[in-house]
């Protein structure tokens, strides 16, 4: 009698291990989905993170021909930031260049006939006077802030021409049927105004030069 419920209690006891086993074993499985699941979350996060990163850098900087820009805003103002590097006091540095316009959007707007194939010594003719609610100080000041960064010098001359022998740069500045730029000679480029475009022009003209001298720089 005592045997038989000997055998009873150890048949019990090891049905009570196998369960306890079962419920090791399923608690485990769980935690191991569990933790699965929590690794797929937090990947799909940092992906996600990852993403909006990639997307908000990439609407605020972009590349034309070369050249790196990026967007910038201030107050109600878009600017289009690039910089490069001079030599200001026998030391080096960035020269930073703020356009008003989207150079993708100038190549649209101001066709250009013809190719910059270097930057000299320049002598510009204006023409006339144009009053464009002071647009026109703002870009003839980059023009000389940008000659003055690259050491070439920029000279306002109505009685000069241009110079068969390319020896230096000619741009003349004038109203035009449309805002454009085109070559007319080895060292020559009227820059053509339409309703007071001068910015949409004259910085057309600077990404030119931009573009000559990051590829300068890349040689």
């Given at each position: 009698?005592?045997?038989?419920?000997?055998?009873?209690?150890?048949?019990?006891?090891?049905?009570?291990?196998?369960?306890?086993?079962?419920?090791?074993?399923?608690?485990?499985?769980?935690?191991?989905?569990?933790?699965?699941?929590?690794?797929?979350?937090?990947?799909i996060?940092?992906?996600?993170?990852?993403?909006?990163?990639?997307?908000?850098?990439a609407?605020?900087?972009?590349?034309?021909?070369?050249?790196?820009?990026?967007?910038?805003?201030?107050?109600?103002?878009?600017?289009?930031?690039?910089?490069?590097?001079?030599?200001?006091?026998?030391?080096?540095?960035?020269?930073?260049?703020?356009?008003?316009?989207?150079?993708?959007?100038?190549?649209?707007?101001?066709?250009?006939?013809?190719?910059?194939?270097?930057?000299?010594?320049?002598?510009?003719?204006?023409?006339?006077?144009?009053?464009?609610?002071?647009?026109?100080?703002?870009?003839?000041?980059?023009?000389?802030?940008?000659?003055?960064?690259?050491?070439?010098?920029?000279?306002?001359?109505?009685?000069?021409?241009?110079?068969?022998?390319?020896?230096?740069?000619?741009?003349?500045?004038?109203?035009g049927?449309?805002?454009?730029?085109?070559?007319?000679?080895?060292?020559?480029y009227?820059?053509?105004?339409?309703?007071?475009?001068?910015?949409?022009?004259?910085?057309?003209?600077?990404?030119?030069?931009?573009?000559?001298?990051?590829f300068?720089?890349?040689?």
């Amino acid at each position: 009698m005592r045997k038989k419920i000997m055998v009873g209690k150890k048949k019990t006891k090891k049905k009570e291990k196998i369960e306890r086993k079962k419920i090791i074993q399923s608690n485990i499985e769980k935690e191991n989905i569990l933790l699965k699941n929590i690794f797929i979350f937090l990947g799909i996060f940092l992906l996600v993170i990852a993403l909006s990163f990639f997307i908000i850098k990439a609407s605020t900087h972009f590349k034309y021909k070369g050249v790196e820009f990026d967007i910038v805003k201030e107050g109600k103002l878009t600017l289009y930031h690039t910089s490069f590097p001079v030599i200001h006091n026998g030391e080096n540095a960035e020269y930073n260049i703020y356009l008003r316009n989207d150079p993708r959007e100038l190549e649209k707007k101001v066709p250009a006939k013809g190719t910059l194939l270097s930057i000299d010594d320049t002598v510009v003719n204006i023409t006339q006077e144009f009053e464009c609610d002071g647009k026109e100080v703002i870009a003839i000041a980059n023009l000389v802030n940008m000659y003055s960064a690259i050491g070439r010098d920029f000279i306002r001359d109505e009685n000069a021409s241009c110079d068969n022998l390319g020896r230096y740069m000619y741009i003349t500045i004038q109203p035009g049927n449309e805002t454009s730029i085109e070559n007319f000679g080895p060292n020559c480029y009227n820059i053509n105004i339409k309703d007071c475009e001068i910015l949409e022009g004259t910085e057309r003209f600077i990404v030119g030069m931009l573009v000559k001298i990051n590829f300068d720089l890349s040689k």
